[in-house]
Every structure is written in C-alpha cells, then in structure tokens.
Nanobody, 122 residues
Framework: QVHMVESGGGLVQAGGSLRLSCVAS????????MGWFRQAPGKEREFVAL????????DYADSAKGRFTISRDNAKNTVYLQMNSLKPEDTAVYYC???????????????WGQGTQVTVSS
C-alpha cells in the first residue's frame, strides 16, 4: 500500500514557475514508477509525465515537453514536478500516481494522491 500527498500548487501568473512535490509512504516507494497527471474542469484526467524507479527513464506529454521536469528522490520517498513557463491552459488539479506498470494511461497506476490545484492567470 502506498499513500501519497501532493503539495506545491497555487496561483501563478503566466510565464511563472511552480514546483510540485509528492511525498509517499511505504518502504516500497523505490520500486514504483511515478507519474503526474492533471485534470482541468470539465475535462478528463490526462498524463503529464512519468519517471522510472531508478530515474533512468522519463516520459512527457507533448504539452509538458521542454517546460516541465519530473524527478524523484527515493531516499525521501518524494517525486517532484518542476513546471516552468506556465500557461493558463496548465490550470488543473495535479495528481501524482504510483504504479508497477507505469505508463501514460490512468489504468497503469495503482495508487493516487488527492491532488493539488494549480491556477495560472493570464
């Protein structure tokens, strides 16, 4: 079982930056692929980024490439999402997720955090 809590969301102007954190409980954190997803009002939850357990591989949605960076610190049971050059269309609730399979699909993940709100003003 993995319990996760996100933080770092907030209100930022377009062009600004935010760093999201997700702290996970459980001694098996290092074995999971970690992902970030987001859900805007009235839209489906969508993939943002993922990172493998060893940080050897990452993947990003096209909307995140070049602006967002995912990283993890297994010693701290924490995964991060550094978001730069934020746009109003990045406004959403951001969720971290943990899964053995790990991929761009929601069903690839077994555990989810409660989400943190990111609002980008124009």
């Amino acid at each position: 079982q993995v319990h996760m809590v996100e933080s770092g969301g907030g209100l930022v102007q377009a062009g600004g930056s935010l760093r999201l954190s997700c702290v996970a409980s459980g001694r098996t954190f290092a074995t999971y692929i970690m992902g970030w997803f987001r859900q805007a009002p009235g839209k489906e939850r969508e993939f943002v980024a993922l990172i493998t357990w060893s940080s050897s591989s990452t993947d990003y949605a096209d909307s995140a490439k070049g602006r967002f960076t995912i990283s993890r610190d297994n010693a701290k049971n924490t995964v991060y999402l550094q978001m730069n050059s934020l746009k109003p269309e990045d406004t959403a609730v951001y969720y971290c997720a943990a899964g053995i399979i790990g991929g761009p699909r929601l069903r690839d993940y077994d555990y989810w955090g409660q989400g943190t709100q990111v609002t980008v003003s124009s």
